[in-house]
């Protein structure tokens, strides 16, 4: 199975900052790497999908990069409203596998 | 637009059968795969399985021999069944579309309890 570690664990960021939020895969996955955010009581909600590519409705101080088998979710000068927990998943082969998620706290 | 919504039991009882169906409405099961995933306090976020369009299935070994998914493209409903439920199988379940691979839209979640 694919082993995806994602890190930090939680973090708390001001308004001013870029957050960056990384994944790193045990195997190449050819870019077949999605980014959620899912907020308390509600389902995930995809942001990112081809690793850098921006869901339709997804703001664009969200992006999505890779630099080898990492795989790494920016936000750009982060709202109030993007606090969450935020997951990477790989869908390039089964079992599909999430990071164990990273609780964005905004102050 | 598209909608996916699951309804269950709520509560199991251990080594009872869970079934929860997820009704979507806005697209055709015949043309995306619709996969399974459960958040657990133990385990997160966990794939179990989806159903091609196609109607053939893919499991994952985690769950054995204890998982199902079906459907019936005539009522827009997707189902899964699993079965000898244990105390770590409380969480929340839900369905999701994938287009590509990717979960596009997902149902609000199902919470399931498993307790005597």
């Known amino acids: 199975d694919i082993q995806m570690t994602q890190s930090p664990a939680s973090l708390s960021a001001s308004l001013e900052e870029i957050v960056t939020i990384t994944c790193k895969a045990s195997?190449?996955?050819?870019?077949?790497l999605s980014w959620y955010q899912q907020k308390p009581g509600k389902s995930p909600q995809l942001l990112i999908y081809?690793?850098?590519s921006l869901a339709d409705g997804v703001p664009s101080r969200f992006s999505g990069s890779r630099s080898g088998t990492q795989y790494s979710l920016k936000i750009s000068r982060p709202q109030v409203d993007d606090s969450g927990i935020y997951y990477c998943l790989q869908s390039y082969s089964t079992p599909y596998t999430f990071g164990a998620g990273t609780k964005l706290e905004l102050k | 637009q598209v909608q996916l919504k699951e309804t269950g039991p709520g509560l199991v009882q251990p080594t009872q059968t869970l079934s929860i169906t997820c009704t979507v409405s806005g697209f055709s099961l015949t043309s995306y795969y619709m996969q399974w995933v459960r958040q657990t306090p133990g385990k997160g976020l966990e794939w179990m399985g989806f159903i091609r369009s196609g109607g053939s299935t893919e499991y994952n070994s985690e769950f054995k021999s204890r998982l199902s998914i079906s459907r019936d493209t005539s009522k827009n409903q997707v189902f899964l069944k699993m079965n000898s439920l244990k105390t770590e199988d409380t969480g929340v379940y839900y369905c999701a579309r994938t287009t590509v691979a990717l979960f596009d839209y997902w149902g609000q979640g199902v919470m399931v309890t498993v307790s005597s």
């Open positions: 081809d690793a850098t």
């Open positions: 195997q190449g996955i050819d870019d077949y």
